[in-house]
């Protein structure tokens, strides 16, 4: 390698923060991945669209390794993905997840799902923990319910702290898998309104979701999965007023037209 | 003497069936390897069969005299010994059982922050386990309670033995056995009470 292509790289291990190149990945039988290739530089909020069982969640899974794929690199921040032990869960601690089903430790009080990676992980002291915690808290809303248990909480509410319990590590990601998916309707917003704001903060955030809205307002770029491959990607304004590929042309005509 | 073995057992059997779930669950194959094999052998030996060998096999064979000289307390050591390596087969299932419980997504939740395998086992997993089992558990622990008369064979002066020294010196083998029968009620129904209100109360919310 040359000096020139090493500084160039190097330049560009600032910019792109999360790469994924020829990445392959079966379920058996299934073909899942199929040469995935992906870029999203830093502060990009990409959002993966697509039919079920297209492979986005599997894709966003991936990038956290919680999915090991069969082939391919998968690289944070300029360093490739450990394969497992310590540094791959360093490497976790510095990727935010929501899930669909938000995954709220259910024997701990909202606050402690705040303050558990901060002090295990991070190993802050309590006091910092929970302050940072009841902060983190209130900038979802959620500040009041500090102290009641996941269960007693609305589908909502618990993706808002699972929000605030993955902002508590200072991800320099954050990926997001299906957020709004098991929510009652009138709860959507209010997700969506705190994953907005982070938008707007800056974040860098990869977002597999079903909420075209979402998208059209929040993303810098919509990334169209189906069949286990990217099909296309574009900004969300041509994505949807002017899709290439058929496939795509054929989802938006599914979803958009009632 | 009883209730002495009782406590002590089943603190070791607690404390090492618990090593043997997580080794069961373990990502190492060779743990998981020697978890397996540890629990369907030593589950399916009679616990007299544990308790003599512990006995005749391990201090009268291979010397091993657990720090003591005193046969009494050399036989206390050796029947608390094969009473927690038994039941501690049952509590490693019985867990196992419980972890099975916790949802997938506890653990890959706790992995996406950044815990460890042996940290997500600890604070989220196990924690979560523990409480979903807490009435089976109840179950070994009579089970552990009741099965200390096993010791009686190899001269611990336990309840039993106790039982079949009175019986001997005294006619009255209706009343001195229905004494001790009541005796092992007393000791485990409020057990078995407490811990069926105790795993309710903890019961994890979802």
């Not at chain 1, 795509?248 to 599914?254: P, R, T």
Request: with cysteine.
């Amino acid at each position: 390698m040359t000096e020139a292509s090493v500084a160039k790289d190097a330049v560009a291990a600032a910019e792109e923060l999360v790469v994924l190149k020829g990445v392959n990945k079966h379920f058996g039988a299934l073909h899942v991945l199929q040469d995935i290739d992906l870029t999203i530089a830093r502060g990009e909020v990409v959002v993966v669209i697509g039919p079920s069982g297209s492979g986005k969640s599997t894709l966003c899974r991936t990038i956290n390794r919680l999915e090991t794929i069969d082939s391919g690199d998968i690289s944070i921040d300029g360093k490739p993905l450990p394969e497992e032990g310590k540094a791959l869960a360093r490497l976790r601690a510095d990727v935010g997840m929501v899930f669909q089903s938000f995954n709220l430790f259910a024997h701990k009080t909202v606050l402690e799902n705040v303050m558990l990676g901060q002090i295990k992980v991070r190993k802050a002291d309590k006091k910092a923990a929970a302050e940072k915690a009841r902060t983190l808290l209130d900038r979802v809303g959620v500040g009041t319910q500090a102290d009641k248990y996941p269960a007693q909480l609305s589908g909502g509410q618990q993706q808002r702290v699972a929000i605030a319990r993955a902002l508590a590590m200072d991800p320099k990601v954050m990926l997001f898998d299906e957020p709004t998916s098991a929510l009652d309707p009138e709860m959507i917003n209010e997700v969506l309104e705190v994953m907005q704001q982070l938008a707007r903060d800056g974040m860098t955030m990869i977002v597999v979701t079903h909420e075209m809205g979402f998208a059209r307002s929040a993303a810098n770029r919509v990334v169209f999965m189906a069949d286990g491959r990217i099909v296309e990607e574009a900004v969300p304004d041509q994505f949807f007023s002017n899709p290439r590929s058929d496939r795509a042309k054929d989802f938006l005509s599914k979803i958009l037209h009632h | 003497m009883t209730v002495k073995l009782t406590v002590l057992s089943a603190v070791g059997s607690l404390v090492w069936g618990t090593l043997l779930a997580a080794m069961r669950v373990s990502p190492v194959p060779l743990l998981r390897g020697a978890g397996a094999a540890y629990v369907n052998i030593v589950r399916n030996i009679p616990l007299t069969v544990i308790i003599v060998f512990s006995s005749l096999g391990l201090a009268d064979i291979f010397g091993v005299t657990m720090g003591t000289d005193n046969f009494d307390i050399q036989g206390f050591r050796l029947a608390v010994l094969s009473l927690a390596a038994y039941h501690s087969a049952f509590v490693c299932e019985a867990l196992r059982s419980g972890i099975n419980t916790v949802p997938v997504g506890q653990a890959e939740a706790a992995r996406a922050i950044g815990l460890s395998f042996s940290q997500t086992l600890r604070l989220i997993v196990l924690p979560q386990a523990f409480r979903s089992v807490i009435t089976p558990l109840a179950n070994v622990l009579i089970a552990l309670t009741k099965n200390t008369t096993v010791a009686a064979a190899i001269g611990v002066a336990e309840a039993a033995s106790l039982m079949k020294t009175m019986i001997e010196n005294e006619a009255q083998t209706l009343l001195i056995g229905a004494v001790f029968a009541f005796g092992f009620v007393v000791l485990t129904l409020p057990t078995g009470l407490f811990l069926g209100w105790l795993g309710k109360r903890l019961a994890v919310k979802r």
